[in-house]
Nanobody, 115 residues
Framework: QVQLVESGGGLVQPGGSLRLSCAAS????????MGWYRQAPGKQRELVAI???????TYADSVKGRFTISRGNAENLVDLQMNSLKPEDTAVYYC?????????WGRGTQVTVSS
């Protein structure tokens, strides 16, 4: 079973930046999409950003212009650069990797935006 591990979360002041990364315990083949989702307390998990195998990206309206999803380097599968963070961005952020036959999730990393 593939394990995904997110890193880079933490506490940041409004207007600050964080970069999240997602690594896998082993190679994943036939990836067709990778994405970041988030879940705030009392709310449903929601899409933040997705990048397809072809490089197309999709963002939630609430993060457009502030967040950037990108393929990672050799160690990380996918990154999420978050700029101009707002208190409403506070949530647990989850990495998701989809293949033709499976959807893998990480356990999440907490992002807290507060002064």
């Amino acid at each position: 079973q593939v394990q995904l591990v997110e890193s880079g979360g933490g506490l940041v002041q409004p207007g600050g930046s964080l970069r999240l990364s997602c690594a896998a315990s082993r190679s994943i083949f036939n990836i067709n999409r990778m994405g970041w989702y988030r879940q705030a307390p009392g709310k449903q998990r929601e899409l933040v950003a997705i990048i397809t195998s072809g490089g197309s990206t999709t963002y939630a309206d609430s993060v457009k212009g502030r967040f950037t999803i990108s393929r990672g380097n050799a160690e990380n599968l996918v990154d999420l650069q978050m700029n101009s963070l707002k208190p409403e961005d506070t949530a647990v952020y989850y990495c998701n990797v989809g293949t033709l036959v499976a959807s893998h999730w990480g356990r999440g990393t907490q992002v807290t935006v507060s002064s």
